[in-house]
């Protein structure tokens, strides 16, 4: 085990260092999905490049691995491990001028807040505490994609440190760049800077309808049709909530102002509650992310893309699953593309999708452990035949067993030769990392 001391003196880093026998330890070993227990020999929080590289020269001299973390919220901890964890949450400066330069810990909330103040606006996801890093490597889906495209789609250039070549620029035209606009995981090296191209801040309307769990199937048919075709200032999701109280509904953003809106307004009728309003971006976002918490209650997900609408049989078998089949909490949300998605370059394989599917199950303190996987393996069971074949990496999951094309596609041969070139000795190592060993 590394003590603290002799830590700081093999690391000699200025930022934090926290180990096992420092007070800090244990809060940090609080992961977001409580059914993640790293426990990790020590957190590293560098404060500039050198301290980065320094902490990789010491993992390679020491045999350690390195797990890189932003905002720590990768569903199944890949930013934990049982090595050095090296956390960028330190480096959060940002300059504006044409261009966004910016540290790469920031969290997506208080990024959202400092761009609205400058009246700059991003594709950024609604949960506070994503970090920017592991979003926009993973691609990044907001709900004003469709109009401004994924946040991987705003990169121009960004800064890593890797532990074969050191101090490394991904500019255009390079394999590097493209690989980390959307590959995910974090294989090749700590990126310690990003440079982005934001958006002028332009107002949103925010909507949402309710209907009866007796319309969930005439909405999700009706949906699927509407939403990946929708005029591309429209990105929305619907959501169906399991159990004993079931829901359907569907919300979103348009990407422009009420009159705009009322032309292009869309809800199946029946609805038992629906509402718009026109807002500043920031709003609507604070409003979706509601009272979000840094720890999730235990959780596990799958994800899949759909290429043709879901067959009314696989709707009628996904909505009987989520009513009569769920001792836990199950959620199935579909995040509509289409749009300006469909564009773009980048190592992410999932842009001629219609619509993103996620599958989550939650399960409270007093039920067992793996009641909500069973849940997920009979949906899986059920259902991914009726999908592409394709999942987002941002919302990861262990044990799938097709896993590098489910994520990567044909782009798997061309990553893992980048891995090869940038970390041949697999320092920055996870369950979902590129083994060459
Ligand atoms: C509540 C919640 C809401 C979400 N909403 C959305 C959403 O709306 N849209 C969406 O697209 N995704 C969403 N996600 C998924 C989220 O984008 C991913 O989980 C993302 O990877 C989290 O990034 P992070 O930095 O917080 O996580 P971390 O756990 O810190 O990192 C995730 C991965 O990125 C790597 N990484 C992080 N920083 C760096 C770095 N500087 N250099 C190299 N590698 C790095 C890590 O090693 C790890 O593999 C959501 C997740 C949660 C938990």
Same mark, same amino acid.
């Given at each position: 085990?590394?003590g603290r001391?002799?830590a700081?003196q093999?690391?000699?880093?200025?930022?934090?260092?926290?180990?096992?026998?420092?007070?800090?330890?244990e809060t940090l070993?609080q992961?977001?999905? /409580?059914e993640?227990?790293?426990?990790?020999?020590?957190?590293?929080f560098p404060?500039? #490049?050198?301290?980065?590289?320094?902490?990789?020269?010491?993992?390679?001299?020491?045999?350690k691995?390195?797990?890189v973390?932003?905002?720590?919220?990768?569903?199944?901890?890949?930013?934990?491990?049982?090595?050095?964890?090296? $956390?960028v949450?330190?480096?959060?400066d940002?300059?504006?001028? #044409?261009?966004?330069n910016?540290?790469a810990?920031?969290?997506?909330?208080?990024?959202?807040?400092?761009?609205?103040?400058?009246?700059?606006?991003l +594709?950024?996801?609604?949960?506070?505490?994503?970090?920017?890093?592991?979003?926009?490597?993973?691609?990044?889906y907001?709900?004003?994609?469709?109009?401004?495209?994924?946040?991987? $789609?705003?990169?121009?250039?960004?800064?890593?440190?890797? +532990?074969?070549?050191?101090?490394?620029q991904?500019?255009?035209?390079?394999s590097?760049?493209?690989?980390?606009?959307?590959?995910?995981?974090?294989?090749f090296?700590v990126?310690?800077?990003?440079?982005?191209?934001?958006?002028a801040?332009?107002?949103?309307v925010l909507f949402?309808?309710?209907?009866?769990w007796?319309?969930?199937q005439?909405?999700?048919?009706?949906?699927?049709?509407?939403?990946p %075709?929708?005029?591309?200032?429209?990105?929305?999701y619907?959501?169906?909530?399991?159990?004993r109280?079931p829901?359907?509904?569907v919300?979103?953003?348009?990407?422009?102002?009420g /009159?705009?809106?009322?032309?292009?307004?869309?809800? +199946?009728?029946g609805?038992?509650?629906e509402?718009?309003r026109?807002c500043?971006?920031? $709003?609507?976002?604070?409003?979706?992310?509601?009272?979000?918490?840094?720890?999730?209650?235990?959780?596990?997900a799958?994800?899949?893309?759909?290429? %043709?609408?879901?067959? &009314?049989?696989?709707?009628?078998?996904?909505?009987?699953l989520?009513?009569t089949?769920a +001792? =836990?909490?199950?959620?199935?949300t579909?995040?509509?593309y289409?749009?300006?998605?469909?564009s773009?370059?980048?190592?992410?394989?999932?842009r001629a999708?219609?619509?993103?599917?996620?599958?989550? =199950?939650?399960?409270?303190?007093?039920?067992?452990?793996?009641?909500?996987?069973d849940?997920?393996?009979?949906?899986?069971? #059920?259902?991914?035949?009726?999908?592409?074949?394709?999942?987002?990496?941002?919302?990861?999951?262990?044990?799938?067993s097709?896993?590098k094309?489910?994520?990567?596609?044909e782009?798997?041969?061309?990553?893992?030769?980048?891995? #090869?070139?940038?970390? &041949?000795?697999?320092?920055?190592?996870?369950?979902?990392?590129?083994?060459?060993?």
């Amino acid at each position: 085990m590394l003590g603290r001391a002799r830590a700081s003196q093999a690391l000699k880093i200025r930022g934090p260092l926290v180990s096992p026998d420092s007070p800090e330890y244990e809060t940090l070993c609080q992961w977001f999905n /409580p059914e993640v227990q790293w426990r990790p020999e020590a957190f590293a929080f560098p404060l500039d #490049e050198e301290e980065v590289a320094a902490c990789l020269s010491w993992a390679a001299q020491n045999g350690k691995s390195v797990a890189v973390r932003c905002g720590g919220h990768s569903y199944v901890g890949l930013s934990g491990g049982t090595g050095l964890v090296l $956390d960028v949450s330190r480096l959060v400066d940002l300059q504006l001028d #044409e261009q966004l330069n910016l540290g790469a810990g920031w969290k997506l909330g208080p990024l959202m807040s400092a761009l609205a103040e400058r009246q700059r606006m991003l +594709p950024l996801g609604t949960c506070p505490g994503v970090g920017l890093s592991g979003y926009l490597l993973g691609g990044g889906y907001g709900l004003v994609s469709r109009a401004l495209g994924l946040g991987c $789609d705003r990169v121009l250039d960004a800064t890593l440190v890797t +532990p074969a070549l050191g101090l490394v620029q991904a500019t255009t035209q390079d394999s590097l760049l493209w690989a980390l606009k959307g590959s995910g995981f974090g294989q090749f090296g700590v990126v310690t800077r990003w440079r982005l191209r934001p958006e002028a801040l332009r107002p949103v309307v925010l909507f949402r309808r309710y209907w009866p769990w007796a319309q969930a199937q005439a909405v999700l048919e009706r949906w699927l049709e509407w939403a990946p %075709r929708a005029d591309a200032r429209i990105t929305s999701y619907l959501s169906l909530v399991g159990g004993r109280e079931p829901q359907v509904s569907v919300g979103g953003l348009f990407l422009g102002d009420g /009159p705009e809106w009322k032309s292009l307004r869309w809800g +199946p009728p029946g609805a038992l509650q629906e509402w718009d309003r026109s807002c500043p971006y920031l $709003d609507a976002m604070q409003f979706l992310a509601g009272r979000s918490q840094n720890r999730s209650p235990a959780f596990a997900a799958t994800s899949d893309f759909l290429s %043709r609408p879901l067959a &009314p049989a696989a709707q009628g078998k996904l909505l009987k699953l989520l009513v009569t089949t769920a +001792p =836990c909490s199950p959620q199935v949300t579909f995040d509509a593309y289409g749009g300006n998605l469909g564009s773009g370059d980048g190592a992410f394989v999932h842009r001629a999708s219609l619509a993103c599917v996620q599958a989550i =199950c939650y399960r409270n303190r007093n039920q067992p452990p793996g009641v909500n996987h069973d849940w997920l393996k009979r949906y899986r069971a #059920e259902l991914a035949g009726h999908y592409s074949g394709r999942a987002y990496q941002n919302y990861c999951e262990l044990g799938r067993s097709d896993w590098k094309t489910a994520y990567f596609g044909e782009d798997w041969p061309r990553l893992v030769a980048l891995k #090869e070139r940038f970390d &041949p000795q697999g320092i920055l190592q996870h369950p979902l990392s590129f083994q060459r060993l």
